[in-house]
């Protein structure tokens, strides 16, 4: 029987979602929980990879379990067992063929920015002083959906068949006179690549690539061309949709 799993967590202390041999992973975490409650050697498989610093508001990962299992008390037991930063909402039965991955039609990311300093805004928004205009860097945003191929935006030498995605949201939503995020949603995304959007969307908005220049950034395909990667503690997976 198959059994998804709906969880959320602060990537802060981890090196990402997925088991690292020198790190903790958030997916170690769930495995070993899932293991140790059911007794039994539990392999998860989550809905994407997230990296080292990177939160998810929500994230969903499946494992198969030869038993009826009782998701509101397993997901009881979860909370108890797993470390604060990690929270599960649900444990449900899905049809034994849905895929955590490959059964999502798309997935969205938000990245939060301020521009005044605030205690509270630290470890989950980046904080810059410099002057943005957010009116050019939506321009920008709103040319990524002219196009499949990120290959620009893709972190070099990543393990990829493809660096095609079909983008069909991309926008700056302002949240109050100092903050905003950045939301961005595809089928897919490729490893680095929303943080490497955001950087070359802030040359823009610094005036440093005019909307010519970032085209020509994309269609290029060079990840050399594009801006910085931004730092991934103001990285959240917000949504996954099946």
Request: charged letters at 25%; hydrophobic letters at 40%; a neutral charge.
């Amino acid at each position: 029987m198959r059994y998804f799993v709906n969880l959320s967590y602060d990537g802060t202390r981890y090196h990402g979602w997925q088991i690292q041999p020198n790190g903790d992973s958030v997916q170690a975490r769930l495995q070993g929980a899932l293991s140790l409650l059911l007794r039994s050697e539990i392999i998860v498989t989550g809905a994407g990879r997230t990296d080292a610093g990177v939160h998810a508001r929500m994230m969903v990962a499946h494992f198969d379990f030869e038993g009826a299992l009782d998701g509101r008390q397993l997901t009881y037991k979860l909370n108890k067992l797993l470390p604060r930063d990690i929270a599960v909402r649900s444990v449900e039965r899905v049809a034994d063929d849905l895929h955590a991955r490959f059964s999502a039609t798309s997935r969205m990311y938000r990245y939060y920015l301020h521009t005044e300093k605030n205690p509270f805004l630290s470890f989950t928004s980046c904080e810059l002083h410099y002057p943005l205009d957010f009116s050019r860097m939506n321009e920008a945003a709103k040319v990524l959906m002219d196009y499949e191929d990120f290959g620009a935006f893709c972190k070099a030498h990543a393990d990829v068949k493809t660096t095609l995605c079909h983008v069909t949201v991309a926008e700056w939503v302002q949240t109050s006179p100092t903050t905003w995020y950045f939301e961005i949603r595809a089928n897919r995304f490729l490893r680095n690549m929303v943080r490497a959007v955001v950087g070359t969307l802030i040359d823009v908005g610094r005036g440093r690539v005019t909307l010519d220049d970032f085209r020509k950034i994309i269609e290029g395909k060079k990840r050399t061309e594009a801006g910085e990667s931004m730092p991934a503690h103001a990285l959240f997976l917000e949504d996954i949709t099946y």
